[in-house]
């Protein structure tokens, strides 16, 4: 019964944060928030372990998003939507959710640059980020997605695709 209301509440979440964040560009706080609560209070009745692995892999996605965001490369809605699905993964599935997450987020910047024409421009800006890794904290330009010109995606679709890909795909329990 649990699960079963895991994968619902996971896939209503993840589909309206990504119809969101295509049409405004923002995914809403209390989006975040009713996610953060529901994962931990479906992990609650499993037991502890079931609860400090939703914590876990909150503050694993928490800290791996807050260095994307310093570096520019996703937003903070994006960076709050990563961490609610960290509670949802635990840290045992955050690893495989995440590099999904990663996969599906390159195709859907390939395939938005490529239909806009703007392919070499993408490979120019992700050198450009690349480039960035080693100025965090340092003085200088950096550019951000709030640069003049900067080409963004929706990421929340490539995070509920990534996600759900990883949570159906191997069967994720809470």
Known sequence: ???????????????????????SHRIPNWLSLAGLAAALTL???????SW???????????????????????????????????????LDNLPGALAYIVLFGGAV?????????????????TLDLMKSWRSVARSGQVRTLRSPGALTIPYAIPIALGALFWWFGQGVRL
């Open 109 to 125: 910047a390939v395939l938005s640059m490529a239909r806009q024409g703007l392919l070499p421009l993408l490979l120019l800006y």
């Open 1 to 23: 019964m649990i699960q079963t209301l895991a994968d619902v509440i996971l896939t209503c979440l993840l589909c309206t944060a990504a119809w969101c964040d295509y049409h």
């Open 52 to 90: 400090l692995q939703g914590v876990g892999g909150f503050g694993v996605a928490l800290a791996v998003a807050v260095l994307l965001y310093a570096l520019g490369a996703v937003g903070g809605g994006d960076t709050k939507l990563l961490a609610v699905v960290g509670a949802f993964m635990g």
């Open 43 to 49: 992990r609650a009745p499993l037991g502890l372990d």
